[in-house]
């Protein structure tokens, strides 16, 4: 099979990175909403990832000839590729793809002709079996569903789908046309051929595929940051210390270009709250970590989400 048109169910922050990256590089995208409420906030999303887009394709040709460029790596699949011709047809490229992206709320008009559907909805497992169930009877058999979840594991939910062979976990890092990780991890019923196939679409979107053996909670990023994004939490959650200096702390110590702060605020509050709150832990609402999601929860009503409201822990222009 021939994967061509592909449909993102979930126009979230990764949902929307991930439909115009897929776009940009050739195959044919839908964006699915529940809501008409759903398709009108994810449009100012695409308006941001083109201007992102355009942003870096204007910034492109300064990366020309130089020795180690830090440059997009879904954009370019090395530094040979970066030419002033490749970064004109790319302009054009963009272009095409934010007049011609597909939403609707419609499941026929969805699914019916999808090759691949990408679920990103919200980290909630009955919401992702009850979202597999209702998609079913629209697909046609020779396509193949993957979840972005980026900690629950494919085998919770393979039985909801309907077509256990052709499900696995196609787990998108944050910043996708730079951070160009795309882990793969599938259960134990789905088939190589189903496996390579989205393998094979990882790469062709620019994505470096990381192949997950077995099913792991957290697959491989989120086994070493959740950890770290928890003891942040704890002491942000025990008034410890703020979150700039947790940041500076952790930055300084280590030489990483980012605290844990700022990593929240570019995977999203909401998302964090949302994962942080599956921990056993959180049940005691008179544990650290347990008081850190209430204050999160907090900061998300005021509208202090992260990047993309413009304000997290701390503000973007």
Do not use: C
């Amino acid at each position: 099979m021939k994967i061509k048109n592909v449909t993102i169910a979930g126009g979230g922050v990764l949902g929307a990175q991930i439909a115009y990256a897929t776009a940009f590089h050739g195959y044919n995208v839908t964006i699915w909403g529940r809501s008409e409420g759903s398709i009108e906030r994810v449009r100012p999303r695409i308006d941001h990832l083109h201007g992102i887009y355009t942003k870096e394709l204007e910034i492109a040709p300064s990366y020309i000839g130089a020795s180690n460029p830090n440059y997009p790596r879904s954009f370019f699949a090395d530094k040979s590729e970066i030419t002033e011709e490749k970064i004109a047809e790319l302009k054009k490229l963009n272009e095409k793809v934010y007049k011609e992206l597909k939403y609707t709320t419609d499941l026929k008009e969805a699914f019916a002709d999808a090759d691949l559907v990408i679920e990103a909805i919200a980290e909630r497992v009955d919401e992702k079996k009850a979202f597999y169930e209702k998609i079913a009877p629209f697909l046609k058999e020779e396509a193949i569903i993957v979840t972005n979840s980026s900690t629950l594991l494919p085998s919770t939910f393979k039985e909801y789908t309907g077509r256990e062979e052709k499900f696995l976990s196609l787990h998108f890092a944050n910043n996708i046309h730079r951070q160009n990780l795309a882990e793969v991890m599938k259960h134990d019923t789905t088939s190589e051929e189903a496996l390579n196939l989205v393998v094979d679409f990882a790469k062709s979107i620019g994505m470096y595929p990381a192949v997950i053996k077995k099913e792991q909670p957290g697959y491989i990023l989120n086994s070493l940051l959740v950890p770290l994004l928890d003891a942040a939490l704890r002491l942000y959650g025990n008034d410890v210390a703020e979150p700039k200096d947790i940041d500076m702390d952790w930055k300084i110590g280590t030489g990483s270009p980012r605290g844990p702060f700022e990593i929240i605020d570019i995977v999203g509050i909401t998302t964090v709250i949302n994962i942080t709150s599956l921990s056993p832990e959180v049940k005691d609402k008179n544990s650290a970590l347990a008081k850190a999601v209430e204050k999160l929860k907090i900061r998300a009503e005021k509208g202090l989400k992260g990047i993309e409201s413009g304000e997290g822990f701390y503000k973007y222009n």
